[in-house]
T-cell receptor, first 114, second 115 residues
Framework: NAGVMQNPRHLVRRRGQEARLRCSPM?????VYWYRQLPEEGLKFMVYLQKENIIDESGMPKERFSAEFPKEGPSILRIQQVVRGDSAAYFC????????????FGAGTRLSVL | DQQVKQNSPSLSVQEGRISILNCDYTNSMFDYFLWYKKYPAEGPTFLIS?????DKNEDGRFTVFLNKSAKHLSLHIVPSQPGDSAVYFC??????????????FGKGTKLSVIP
């Protein structure tokens, strides 16, 4: 499967725990984006990364959220000390070097905070 | 402040007829526009896009029209098929000189194609 892979598909956490969401971009893509979708809303941009670099984190909450895209391995979106308001669908997208404007999305991770 | 607006939350169309989904934007920095289709519990699927230097782009049954002066774009699906029933999102990209390709999405329009 050459598409964008996200895991886990569903994640349940209790308040105060940590959530780690993983994303492997499409083969050949080096640009990764994370978006969050709340119920009945559109997707909201969080962060844009290239290998080992955060390019744009203007959509990331200032506290508890962090993202990385290491030289080897998937991109990780990490949420520390989760609260109920973090419950949402988190989507990862990737794009290639030539057609940077077109992003291809994974199936998402649905985070539920109890 | 909603920079990309899809004012129709839902739309019902008879199979075989034309579906027209509309989108308005406010940010003059947007210069690339995309439409995505989304089924429940899946990620958005890229459908078609258009650059601001064009006013029309066509791909099979899907055509996107851009009216830059009105800051308006539309997606036409002809003929509509039951499998087209999904939520359609309009998205916009800023001028690439801004250094980031973050997409700004509308809230979506739920299309139902009735057999």
């Amino acid at each position: 499967n050459a598409g964008v892979m996200q895991n886990p598909r569903h994640l349940v956490r209790r308040r105060g725990q940590e959530a780690r969401l993983r994303c492997s971009p499409m083969k050949g893509h080096s640009h990764v984006y994370w978006y969050r979708q709340l119920p009945e809303e559109g997707l909201k941009f969080m962060v844009y990364l290239q290998k080992e670099n955060i390019i744009d984190e203007s959509g990331m909450p200032k506290e508890r959220f962090s993202a990385e895209f290491p030289k080897e391995g998937p991109s990780i979106l990490r949420i520390q000390q989760v609260v109920r308001g973090d419950s949402a669908a988190y989507f990862c997208a990737s794009s290639g070097q030539i057609q940077k404007n077109i992003q291809y999305f994974g199936a998402g991770t649905r985070l539920s905070v109890l | 402040d909603q920079q990309v607006k899809q004012n129709s939350p839902s739309l019902s169309v008879q199979e075989g007829r034309i579906s027209i989904l509309n989108c308005d934007y406010t940010n003059s920095m947007f210069d690339y526009f995309l439409w995505y289709k989304k089924y429940p519990a899946e990620g958005p699927t890229f459908l078609i896009s258009i650059s601001s230097i064009k006013d029309k782009n066509e791909d099979g049954r899907f055509t996107v029209f851009l009216n830059k002066s009105a800051k308006h774009l539309s997606l036409h699906i002809v003929p509509s098929q039951p499998g087209d029933s999904a939520v359609y999102f309009c998205a916009a990209n800023p001028n690439s000189g801004a250094g980031s390709y973050q997409l700004t999405f509308g809230k979506g329009t739920k299309l139902s194609v009735i057999p």
